[in-house]
């Protein structure tokens, strides 16, 4: 009897030493030595203002933090936050990197146009207030997230959503803006000098429309 006790509890310990091993390479080994962070999904420039597609989860070893790392479940550290530095893409993020106000101004921040023949596809319901992205109109190159400052017809006068005559309108019908003032001609946006040289180059190097943008959100 006690033979047999000592085989069953030899073969338990042979299981449970087993299940252990197991369990520690499936999930123990990255609880103890890793950590979910937030790490750039494609280059982000200084002066971007940070959305959820500009950003994902990834584990890394807990000895490669840097520091002020933004964990997993601390989106709203960066989201609607001003980036002050060049991000790489893969890099890690970290509270350094981010003005914690945003509303803060970046140094050198001006007014430029984006002409009207450098626009491949824009939004009929942008307008001054919005956050806008601006790609290739291929979508492998990306210029920055942008504020729009303006929102111009052919007239320098500004395009607004449609005067509706006093009557109440749902938050919905609003952001839809599928009635105008007038047609849009051009858009200008708020960056630094450089940022802008750059995008005026690749748009101006194009024998056509070159630039795709993308409305983020409204005001």
Same mark, same amino acid.
């Given at each position: 009897?006690? !033979?047999?006790?000592?085989?069953?509890?030899?073969?338990?310990?042979?299981?449970?030493?087993?299940?252990?091993?197991?369990?520690?390479?499936?999930?123990?080994?990255?609880?103890?030595?890793?950590?979910?962070?937030?790490? &750039?999904?494609?280059?982000? +420039?200084?002066?971007?203002?940070?959305?959820k597609e500009m950003f *994902?989860?990834?584990?890394?070893?807990?000895?490669?933090? =840097?520091?002020?790392a933004i964990l997993s479940?601390?989106?709203?550290?960066?989201?609607? *936050?001003?980036?002050?530095?060049? =991000?790489?893409?893969?890099?890690?993020?970290?509270?350094?990197?981010?003005?914690?106000?945003?509303?803060t101004k970046i140094p050198?921040?001006? &007014?430029?146009?984006?002409?009207?023949?450098?626009?491949?596809?824009?939004?009929?319901?942008?307008?001054?207030?919005?956050?806008?992205?601006?790609?290739?109109?291929?979508?492998?190159?990306?210029?920055?997230?942008?504020?729009?400052?303006?929102? *111009?017809?052919?007239?320098?006068?500004?395009?607004?959503?449609?005067?509706?005559?006093?009557?109440? =309108?749902?938050?919905? +019908? !609003?952001?839809?803006?599928?009635?105008?003032?007038?047609? =849009?001609?051009?858009?200008?946006?708020?960056?630094?000098?450089?940022?802008?040289?750059?995008?005026?180059?690749? &748009?101006? !190097?194009?024998?056509?429309?070159?630039?795709?943008?993308?409305?983020?959100?409204?005001?």
């Amino acid at each position: 009897m006690l !033979k047999r006790y000592r085989r069953f509890t030899g073969l338990f310990l042979i299981f449970l030493a087993a299940a252990l091993l197991f369990a520690w390479e499936a999930r123990g080994r990255d609880l103890v030595l890793m950590q979910d962070v937030l790490c &750039a999904r494609s280059d982000i +420039q200084s002066g971007d203002l940070i959305s959820k597609e500009m950003f *994902k989860a990834v584990s890394v070893p807990r000895n490669a933090l =840097i520091k002020d790392a933004i964990l997993s479940g601390e989106e709203e550290r960066l989201v609607a *936050k001003r980036c002050i530095t060049d =991000i790489t893409e893969g890099a890690q993020l970290s509270g350094r990197m981010i003005s914690e106000k945003p509303e803060t101004k970046i140094p050198g921040l001006s &007014a430029f146009v984006i002409k009207k023949d450098w626009i491949y596809m824009r939004s009929s319901s942008l307008r001054g207030g919005d956050i806008v992205e601006i790609l290739s109109s291929d979508g492998k190159t990306r210029f920055g997230s942008f504020d729009v400052l303006y929102v *111009k017809n052919e007239s320098e006068g500004e395009v607004r959503s449609a005067d509706t005559g006093g009557l109440n =309108i749902t938050g919905t +019908q !609003k952001d839809d803006r599928s009635e105008a003032n007038s047609e =849009i001609d051009h858009v200008e946006i708020e960056t630094v000098l450089y940022t802008y040289l750059s995008l005026k180059e690749y &748009a101006e !190097k194009c024998t056509g429309p070159a630039l795709l943008l993308i409305r983020r959100e409204g005001k």
